[in-house]
């Protein structure tokens, strides 16, 4: 079993940052890919950024140049710095960490305000 519990959403204004933080835990011998998603009302499920356990990066185009992912492996938690908000970032964001299986977070609320 394996949990993970994100923190760091909010409301913030257009131009603004947040930084979302997720914790996994429980049967964890290692994590390949950790990575956070978000889905805004009526859309689906998009790929927001990745990171492999070796440091490989991979970013959705909408947050190229804005949003940084990074990765504490001794500690499985894995980080999203938002710079520049806009309100289209506005979403439930979700944590995902694939370990032997797909999981995923609860999801935290992100709104920016313009």
């Known amino acids: 079993q394996v949990q993970l519990v994100e923190s760091g959403g909010g409301l913030v204004q257009a131009g603004g940052s947040l930084r979302l933080s997720c914790a996994a835990s429980?049967?964890?011998?290692?994590?390949?890919?950790m990575a956070w998603y978000r889905q805004a009302p009526g859309k689906q499920r998009e790929l927001v950024a990745a990171?492999?356990?070796?440091?490989?990066?991979n970013y959705g185009d909408s947050v190229k140049g804005r949003f940084s992912i990074s990765r504490d492996n001794a500690r499985n938690t894995v980080y999203l710095q938002m710079n520049s908000l806009k309100p289209e970032d506005t979403a439930v964001y979700y944590c995902?960490?694939?370990?032997?299986?797909?999981?995923w977070g609860q999801g935290t609320q992100v709104t920016v305000s313009s």
């Open positions: 429980g049967s964890i011998f290692s994590i390949n890919t």
């Open positions: 995902y960490a694939f370990v032997r299986t797909p999981h």
């Open positions: 990171m492999t356990n070796g440091g490989t990066t």
